[in-house]
Structures are given as C-alpha cells and as structure tokens.
C-alpha cells in the first residue's frame, strides 16, 4: 500500500482537549485494525490566544484554584501538551507498528482539523471542561457509543472501529442513531460482541438537531459520517460539535 493509498486517522486537540495514555493506546489498537495512519494535530487556538492577552482572563485548573491566565502561560501550556501528544502517540504507535506522525498548528481546532482531514478520518476528544468532577474521566471514554448510520458502507467500516473497541473491553453500549431500521447484518455482529444496542430514528438532513439528539447520551463517543458536516458547514453547527460533552469520531 502507497502513502497516497494509505488511510490516515487525524487526531485533532488543543489546550482544552483530554488526552491519556489510555486514549492513544486506543487510538493506535483502531488505526492497526483498520491499517491506518495515525497523526496527531496539535492547534494552538488562536482565539484563546488573544482572549489570554486581556488582564481579566483567568483559567481553573485541576485543584479547582483559579489563576490569571497569560499569554507566556498559555504558551507554555500549548508546548507541553504539544510534547506530551508527541510523547504518547509515539509509544502507542511504536507498540502496534502503525505509521504515526505529529504536527503543530495555529487556528481554530474544528475548523483547522476539517481543513487537514479533508482525505482522512478525523478524530476528535472531549474537551476538559465537559467531564470535570466524571469518576476516571480520561481512562474510557468509548464505554457509550452513539453510531450515526447514513449508508452501509460506512456502517461496516464502524462496525470495524467499534470491534476494535469491544476487543480491547471498553465499549458496552451502542446507539444505533438512523432514518429506518438498521442493517441486521449489523445488529447480528453487535450481538456477537454482547454489546447492548439501541435504537433511535432521526432525520439526516439536520445536523444540529441530530447532535442535540445525542447529547443526552454522553459521556462517550459519536461516530458519524464526516458528510453530516460538510465543508460547508456553518460556524453554529461547528460550534455545537465543539460543545459536545464527548468526543468524536468522524468517517470519511
């Protein structure tokens, strides 16, 4: 398999994302059963960047303290995380063979990371604020699954992701989130899984109703069709992803 044809896994974070060792382990299990790519893309928000320039910003750290937050602060924060990705994909890739590599960028994360995933899956983690005070936030957070159906194609390629998942004991639970009744080719390997799934009926043509429909069922991980949001997507709706309490999981 060439580079052009190889598959590729973005995994796009910034200062506010939730990383773990745990996470690129997992990641790296997905990429090896699918004979993916793994890259990670660090984004130092710009917009946090110039909010950390106003006197009045402050940020709460994990103690709960709060304290000014300053530009060279940020800045150190945005090298450290920076590394720290570098760090933990490099081990978890290096244990599976899989290809990896890590690259750094200013922008906006969603808006950046569509941008560069535009051939490639894109992945997405919850961000720190949506799980604070949640019993071992970071371990896991593939236990709950809402699954966006759209065409059988991508629903077989899912269905990959999440044995992987299942395979190394974290998912449980499944969502099935579709306009009609799912695939039974689908529902039989869930069931070989012992996977518990559920069904919900949606509209497809509605992005934001859908990611609100799914919300309730967070903590955990959305995967959907990267055609729900295409390029075009409109500010409000990249918004509502990036408030999200779960991470993402977009397939081409």
């Known amino acids: 398999m060439t580079q052009a044809e190889r598959e590729r896994i973005l995994l796009a974070m910034d200062a506010c ?4 060792a745990g996470l690129a382990d997992t990641l790296a299990s997905v990429a090896a059963r699918l004979g993916a790519e793994l890259e990670g893309l660090f984004v130092e928000d710009a917009e946090l960047m110039r909010a950390a320039e106003l006197p009045f910003v402050s940020e709460v750290v994990a103690s709960g303290i709060e304290r000014g937050l300053t530009a060279e602060s940020l800045q150190r924060l945005n ?15 290096g244990e599976r063979k899989v290809r990896w590599r890590c690259s750094t960028v200013q922008g906006s994360r969603l808006m950046t990371a569509f941008a560069a995933a535009e051939q490639c899956d894109l992945f997405v983690p919850g961000r720190a604020g949506h799980r604070r005070g949640a019993p071992d936030a970071a371990a896991s957070p593939f236990t709950r699954i809402s699954l966006v159906i759209q065409d059988p194609v991508r629903a077989a390629r899912a269905l990959s992701v999440i044995h992987a998942l299942a395979g190394n004991g974290h998912t449980r639970e499944v969502l099935l989130v579709c306009d009609r009744r799912p695939p039974a080719d689908l529902l039989s390997a869930l069931a070989a899984d012992r996977i518990r799934t559920y069904v919900q009926t949606s509209t497809m043509t509605d992005a934001r109703a859908l990611l609100e429909q799914v919300r309730p069922h967070a903590p955990g991980l959305l995967i959907a069709p990267k055609t729900l949001l295409p390029p075009s997507t409109v500010p409000a709706v990249y918004r509502l992803l990036d408030a999200l309490p779960m991470s993402v999981l977009l397939l081409r």
């Open 17 to 20: 994302s939730v990383l773990s």
């Open 79 to 93: 090298r450290d995380m920076s590394r720290e990705l570098d760090r933990l994909l490099s081990r978890a890739a």
